[in-house]
């Protein structure tokens, strides 16, 4: 019944694509409209991995236009199905590790862009317009990570899932319509991993299948961070429903700067566990299309880390 009740609020409401937060005092703080011919290497770093991200993903991340470029004013990133080879483990895990250099191949090729040195926010309306891909398998993400560990190892630190969702049109006997079409939006805390923990909410949105844009978002106010879809809110989550084991005070960690993320997985745990199980290599490639990214603060609450050199 929750989730029907969710459903019919987002079904009610119109939401321009384009307006800015209703609330007074929210300002404009960092945005990407992706005008320019190239993406934004001042605003976006690559990573560049086969590590499958912790949850055996079956993609390597590159840098090459074939996977991340600039079409007629949007941000595609593209999963192509192709053998590639690359570094097994992430920059982060590289400097500590006895074989740097390894690298491993993967069955598919995609891009994953970051903010990470080039911007970071403590608190603000985060909204991305985005189209998704559909397919056994798909894996795209909007999330955020913390700019230091300041709490130790994921999770203590945190993690703030904005969107993700999972096999996107396929088969799916519970869902409105008999089709995938749930999105959701979580938090990770807790301790280092094992004693991570986590608390999300998953609710079908229908519309995520009508071929079009869709505005998904978070408003991250301290103690208190709420999940929206087109404007319309899904879950809210308040600091008594997470902590880390590395600090008492309240609303840690989540009191920290963190980043932003886009990527498109293919495979790993979440979607090879649902739907029709596994990868299905067909229909490739895959896209994730993204129309514009927007963050607003309010000047009491926090302010944008200056943008920083990198790769």
């Known amino acids: 019944m929750k989730r029907l009740i969710l459903l019919a609020a987002f079904l009610a409401y119109p939401y321009s694509a384009r307006s800015a937060p209703a609330d007074d005092g929210w300002q404009l703080v960092w945005a990407d409209e992706f005008e320019a011919p190239r993406i934004d290497r001042a605003k976006w770093r690559f990573e560049t991995d086969c590590w499958g991200g912790g949850n055996d993903e079956r993609q390597c991340y590159t840098k090459s236009g074939r996977n991340a470029g600039i079409e007629q004013g949007k941000l595609v990133i593209t999963a192509r199905f192709e053998r590639t080879t690359g570094p097994a483990l992430p920059e982060h895990l590289r400097a500590g590790s006895a074989m740097p250099e390894a690298e491993t191949t993967r069955q598919f090729s995609s891009a994953k862009l970051t903010t990470r040195g080039r911007a970071a926010w403590r608190y603000g309306k985060v909204e991305v317009r985005a189209r998704l891909p559909q397919g056994q398998g798909t894996w795209p993400a909007i999330w955020m990570m913390p700019s230091d560990e300041a709490y130790g190892r994921w999770a203590a630190s945190g993690e703030i899932d904005i969107l993700e969702a999972v096999n996107l049109g396929v088969s799916c006997a519970k869902c409105p319509g008999g089709r995938e079409n749930t999105i959701r939006g979580t938090l990770h805390f807790g301790g280092p991993s094992p004693k991570n923990a986590s608390k999300g909410e998953e609710v079908p949105f229908p519309d995520v299948l009508d071929g079009g844009f869709h505005t998904y978002g978070i408003a991250w106010e301290p103690g208190k961070i709420t999940w929206q879809v087109d404007g319309r809110t899904y879950a809210t989550r308040v600091a008594s429903e997470w902590w880390t084991t590395a600090s008492g005070v309240p609303g840690a960690p989540f009191d920290r700067e963190f980043y932003l993320i886009l990527n498109l997985a293919i495979g790993g745990g979440l979607p090879e566990a649902r739907g029709l199980g596994g990868v299905r290599n067909d229909g490739y490639p895959k896209r994730m299309e993204i129309d514009w990214v927007h963050v ?15 790769n």
């Open 296 to 310: 607003w603060q309010r000047p009491a609450l926090g302010a944008t880390a200056p943008a920083k050199g990198g």
